[in-house]
């Protein structure tokens, strides 16, 4: 198995412009979650999907972001306009049904820099 | 709502030596606890996790746990520490049920000195 697969690794940008991450699960789990890091706040859960459906997005900082999942494989963390202080590491992390919070697998995260 | 305090932000240890991260949770239940390590430049990974029973927990790596509801505490222990644990770990502590959430404590960071 793959694990959980983000892109990209890295990601540069200058202020105000659109950023896009990618999550792919593991393949068969049904829950999706998007995590962001941060030296002062730590690990902060911002948003979960159930089976494609978004259960709980009170964690979303704000109006720029959005996340969407289309189908069980893919999901997306959308930040519009971007922001220095949205500079963190952005985690997507997965389970199987019934498994949460037992079991929660992670990527290894994308690593955003707004300049 | 739960929450996690792991009081130490950095700890230094010897190659050898023994090994305690403190972790205290706040919870009106009885909670699920977990311990995550995290390398450099890697996602998160589970070291151990603590549901119900055996109040000591062995994990991964060499790793144990205690969880103490009188003092809610679930310290992470190592006897003798390497330096590739060298990492964050994470304290957290989840619910269960339909709406289950998993919170994490801010992290202590290891280093070991060879």
């Known amino acids: 198995d793959a694990g959980v697969i983000q892109s990209p690794r890295h990601e540069v940008t200058e202020m105000g412009q659109e950023v896009t991450l990618r999550c792919k699960p593991i393949?068969?789990?049904?829950?999706l979650f998007w995590y962001r890091q941060t030296m002062m706040r730590g690990l902060e859960l911002l948003i979960y999907?159930?089976?494609?459906?978004?259960?709980?997005d009170s964690g979303m900082p704000e109006d720029r972001f959005s996340a969407k999942m289309p189908n069980a494989s893919f999901s997306t963390l959308k930040i519009q306009p971007s922001e220095p202080r949205d500079s963190a590491v952005y985690f997507c992390?997965?389970?199987?049904?019934?498994?949460?919070?037992?079991?929660?697998?992670f990527g290894s995260g994308t690593q955003l820099s707004v300049l | 709502a739960q929450s996690v305090t792991q009081p130490d932000i950095h700890i230094t240890v010897s190659e050898g030596a023994s090994l305690e991260l403190r972790c205290n949770y706040s919870?009106?239940?009885?909670?699920?606890l977990f311990w995550y390590v995290q390398s450099p430049g890697q996602g998160l990974q589970l070291l151990l996790k603590y549901f119900s029973g055996d109040t000591l927990v062995q994990g991964i790596k060499g790793f144990e746990a205690e969880f103490k509801r009188s003092q809610s505490s679930f310290n992470l222990r190592k006897p003798s520490v390497h330096w590739s644990d060298a990492a964050e770990y994470f304290c957290a502590v989840g619910t269960t049920g339909t709406a289950s959430k998993l919170t994490f404590g801010t992290g202590t960071r290891l280093q070991v000195t060879l």
């Open positions: 992390a997965s389970s199987g049904a019934g498994t949460y919070p037992e079991k929660l697998f």
């Open positions: 393949s068969g789990h049904n829950s």
């Open positions: 999907f159930n089976n494609n459906v978004p259960i709980d």
């Open positions: 919870y009106g239940a009885t909670p699920y």
